[in-house]
């Protein structure tokens, strides 16, 4: 039985020894092109899922916007996807983006939220 567990472990190791080269797609995205494509998807999401969104208008807030506005199909995205999973450090600096980019939005929302608000009160007063 130890045989067995040692032969599995051995062969588990040599088949996660990281050798596979990972093949980027036929129509690779670049990461900038990925990270905006990740965003968008990242913005629609959340204001599909709000509260505040007419439901009327929930119809535009699909995944062919998304191909559309890239020019993109969803063959295409999720050959990338799986590319830039395979690619963590890539992936990660996307991300980190990502992160930057939803801190800006939430900072520069903070903003114009106070300036209303400052606004008003100088009207009441």
């Known amino acids: 039985m130890r045989k067995y567990i ?3 472990l051995i062969i588990s190791c040599l088949a996660c020894d990281g050798s ?3 093949e980027p797609p036929d129509e ?3 990461t900038e ?3 905006d494509v990740f965003y968008d998807i990242m913005l629609m999401k959340a204001i599909k899922n709000s509260n505040y969104v007419d439901p009327a208008h929930k119809e535009y807030f699909t995944d062919q916007y998304i191909y559309e506005k890239y020019g993109i199909d969803s063959l295409q995205l999720a050959q990338n996807q799986t590319y830039y999973a395979q690619k963590p450090k890539l992936l990660k ?3 980190e983006n990502l992160e ?3 801190k800006q939005m939430e900072d520069s929302i903070d903003t114009i ?3 209303k608000e400052r606004l008003k ?3 009441l007063d």
């Open 6 to 8: 040692l032969f599995f």
């Open 20 to 22: 596979t080269p990972v």
């Open 28 to 30: 690779k995205i670049t």
């Open 33 to 35: 092109m990925m990270e």
């Open 93 to 95: 600096k996307i991300f």
């Open 100 to 102: 930057i980019r939803s």
């Open 113 to 115: 939220m106070k300036r």
């Open 121 to 123: 009160e100088e009207e």
